[in-house]
């Protein structure tokens, strides 16, 4: 059972907008930390794809949108397209365990 | 181009010991955290823990304190991931990551072990 809540699983057609939530507590996300998203696509490592909640490093196509409101995190990609297809996960820092943690990812399938 | 190189694939027996490690390059080493992150096969990511190679400051996530050790060689650039006894599960994916903008906003190849008898 991760700390973060992820939604196992999401899917859209191309073109077509989906959003990922990350789901923490008082600890976490709920005290004020930063979220983090990374995106892993089949066999390769994760990479960042969204940094301290909302800022895209060089190179990430603004297709992709993070946001925090209280005790959660979305990810949102609009224009979806089938290079997208991968596994998402958002990560935060949390007092109780005094460390970095993970959610469990989302897998996104492209129709 | 900042980059970060693991040691290659293991494959090792129950109870044997284990050191990878993770290269870092064209940043300043000593001023950023590395951290490790296991990925075991077909699950999600797991975050080990971290190290401050300047004085070697070490936090782990108390899942793994006391399972591994992480530890830095400032000379050459590296930090390690080892283990004194291997269990078969810890068989796994490891990939080493610099904190940055975000706890990991750099990552390695992946290093992947194996134990099996």
């Known amino acids: 059972q991760s700390v973060l809540t992820q939604p196992p699983s999401v899917s859209g057609a191309p073109g077509q907008r989906v959003t990922i939530s990350c789901t923490g507590s008082s600890s976490n996300i709920g005290a004020g930390y930063d979220v983090h998203w990374y995106q892993q696509l089949p066999g390769t490592a994760p990479k960042l794809l969204m940094y301290?909640?909302?800022n895209r490093p060089s190179g990430v196509p603004d297709r992709f949108s993070g946001s925090k409101s209280g005790t959660s995190a979305s990810l949102a990609i609009t224009g979806l397209q089938a290079e997208d297809e991968a596994d998402y996960y958002c990560?935060?820092?949390?007092?109780?365990?005094?460390?970095?943690?993970f959610g469990g990812g989302t897998k996104l399938t492209v129709l | 181009e900042v980059q970060l190189v693991q040691s290659g694939a293991e494959v090792r027996k129950p109870g044997e010991s284990l050191k990878i490690s993770c290269k870092g390059s064209?940043?300043?080493?000593?001023?950023?955290?590395t951290g490790w992150v296991r990925q075991m096969p077909g699950k999600g990511l797991e975050w080990m823990g971290i190290i401050y190679p300047g004085d070697s400051d070490t936090r782990y996530s108390p899942s793994f304190q006391g399972q591994v050790t992480i530890s830095a060689d400032k000379s050459i650039s590296t930090t390690y991931l080892q283990w004194s006894s291997l269990k078969a599960s810890d068989t796994a994916m490891y990939y080493c990551?610099?904190?940055?903008?975000?706890?990991?906003?750099?990552w390695g190849q992946g290093t992947l072990v194996t134990v099996s008898s």
């Open positions: 301290s909640n909302s």
């Open positions: 990560q935060s820092y949390d007092s109780s365990l005094s460390g970095s943690v």
């Open positions: 990551t610099r904190r940055g903008n975000s706890d990991a906003d750099y």
């Open positions: 064209g940043y300043s080493f000593t001023t950023y955290w």
